[in-house]
């Protein structure tokens, strides 16, 4: 590993910017330092989920390697022209993906974010993957980022959905279905 921060504080930022892996510096509103700084959000959410003691040990293992992946894509966003996720990322996602969803039964109604705490957790680490894929999307119309970063975050998007699903069923049975005839 490389030189360890014996200092957290530098006060480099101190006029607003920011610097990249590479060593360039970048106002800290740049549209790069969102999208990386949105999958560090994403990767802490993720944490959240960990945090509950429900969460079944095969989920536990695919969002604690998904936070790895986080990490390597957060990397890459970094520092422009790195390569670190790759096809074999994204494969592996959906191969949890067909797993799990294979384990539960058919979606016939929308669900409402919510039900046990590490479901609605879960929820939550959805949309900020999903705003995370929206502003790499941004970034991508914007300057060079790999297609393999954006079906990775398209794809952890539908895998945290999935996951939402089967720990609802861990924590309490079932999930929060919409009633479009309520009263």
Known sequence: MGNRLSKIYTRTGDE???GL???SRVPKDALRVEAYGTVDEANSAIGMILAETS???QVRNCLTEVQHDLFELG??????GHAAVTAAFVERLEVQLDTLN???PALEEFILPGGGMATAHCHVARTVVRRAERVTTGLAAAEEVRPE????LNRLSDLLFVIARTLARAENG???LWKRDRA
């Open 16 to 18: 607003g910017t920011t």
């Open 21 to 23: 892996g590479d060593g």
């Open 55 to 57: 969460v079944p040990e």
């Open 75 to 80: 990397g890459e966003l970094c520092i422009p």
């Open 102 to 104: 294979a384990e539960l």
């Open 149 to 152: 970063l954006l079906k990775y």
């Open 174 to 176: 079932q999930e929060v």
